[in-house]
């Protein structure tokens, strides 16, 4: 079965420090999508693209990058962690660009933490 | 822009009991509306969807939810629940912008505690 795999899934690093996330697709979607989960905030979007070497900045895109070099991968890089980062992540990937047809399809999370 | 509003963080249900969790969203034009539901360590999936026509849709795991424009609302209930219904649910809103992306913006959750 198709799925979203991301490691690790539990990661603590100490500020200052560069850190990269990965996330793997086997559903060969075009889009795919970095978000952040944090009591009281729920899902936010990071950042997003719509395919190869296409990346777009989502809600609270400062501290982060990503790049897509091919249609599987999109590393989220946290390129000087902060305390304020310590968070759940999680990667998600769509067919289509419009949701209605098209729905998220998420993967199982990599926990941050920060310190 | 878009939002929305799940005012319980918190429900607790006994077994067999029904269940409504309440959702608002805020959006201009008629928005997708969605209810996800993550299970402790899991990734969220999806459990229903609505764009347009019968306001009442149904769901996996025998969840329906019903689209109230007049009250900018999209409640989930469910008429009996299992202790496997267990989980947070994440309503969210979808929109479109002019990149054909269709923004999804979620709501902060509601836990869902089943009691025997």
């Known amino acids: 079965d198709a799925e979203i795999t991301q490691s690790p899934r539990h990661k603590i690093t100490e500020t200052g420090r560069q850190v990269t996330l990965a996330c793997h697709q086997t559903?060969?979607?075009?889009?795919m999508f970095w978000y952040r989960q944090d009591l009281g905030h729920g899902l936010r979007l990071i950042h997003y693209?719509?395919?190869?070497?296409?990346?777009n900045k989502g809600e609270v895109s400062d501290g982060y990058s990503v790049s897509r070099s091919n249609t599987e991968d999109l590393p989220l890089t946290l390129e000087s962690a902060a305390s304020s980062q310590t968070s759940v992540y999680f990667c998600?990937?769509?067919?289509?660009?419009?949701?209605?047809?098209?729905?998220?399809?998420f993967g199982n999370g990599t926990r941050l933490t920060v310190t | 822009a878009q939002s929305v509003t799940q005012p319980d963080i918190h429900i607790t249900v006994s077994e067999g009991a029904s269940l409504e969790l309440r959702c608002n969203y805020s959006?201009?034009?008629?928005?997708?509306l969605f209810w996800y539901v993550q299970s402790p360590g899991q990734g969220l999936q999806l459990l229903l969807k609505?764009?347009?026509?019968?306001?009442l849709v149904q769901g996996i795991k025998g969840f329906e939810a019903e689209f109230k424009r007049s009250q900018s609302s999209f409640n989930l209930r469910k008429p009996s629940v299992h202790w496997s219904d267990a989980a947070e649910y994440f309503c969210a809103v979808g929109a479109g912008n002019s990149g054909g992306y269709q923004k999804v913006t979620f709501g902060t959750g509601t836990k869902l505690q089943v009691i025997p």
């Open positions: 998600a990937s769509s067919e289509r660009r419009s949701s209605y047809n098209s729905p998220l399809h």
């Open positions: 693209s719509y395919g190869v070497h296409d990346t």
């Open positions: 959006y201009g034009a008629t928005p997708y």
């Open positions: 559903w060969n979607h075009n889009n």
């Open positions: 609505y764009f347009s026509g019968d306001t």
